[in-house]
Nanobody, 118 residues
Framework: QVQLAESGGGLVQPGMSLRLSCAFAGIDFSAYDMAWYRQAPGSQRELVAKIYTVHTTNYARPVKGRFTISRDNDEKLVFLQMTSLKPEDTAVYYC????????????WGQGTQVTVSL
């Protein structure tokens, strides 16, 4: 079984930076594709960024060039470095894990709140 725990959210002003962390509790972390999703009030949950087992990445257009996803397989951590934050980035951010090529379970963290406001 896998458990995910996000941390690092908070309240920041536009233009500032924030770094989110996701701790992976379980085995074979390096075999999982990882991702960050976010959900704003009244909106659907949307993909923010993915990082695959081979460390390639994919970003949603609104965050491309501003956010960076990375992973540390030794420490079983995934990060989301957010820069040039905008009010529209305000959302609950969720960590996600899934083994590729298999019809296995998806795992979600509890979420961490990011608020970008003056």
């Amino acid at each position: 079984q896998v458990q995910l725990a996000e941390s690092g959210g908070g309240l920041v002003q536009p233009g500032m930076s924030l770094r989110l962390s996701c701790a992976f509790a379980g085995i074979d972390f390096s075999a999982y594709d990882m991702a960050w999703y976010r959900q704003a009030p009244g909106s659907q949950r949307e993909l923010v960024a993915k990082i695959y087992t081979v460390h390639t990445t994919n970003y949603a257009r609104p965050v491309k060039g501003r956010f960076t996803i990375s992973r540390d397989n030794d420490e079983k951590l995934v990060f989301l470095q957010m820069t040039s934050l905008k009010p529209e980035d305000t959302a609950v951010y969720y960590c996600y894990a899934k083994r590729p090529y298999m019809a296995g379970p998806e795992y979600w963290g509890q979420g961490t709140q990011v608020t970008v406001s003056l």
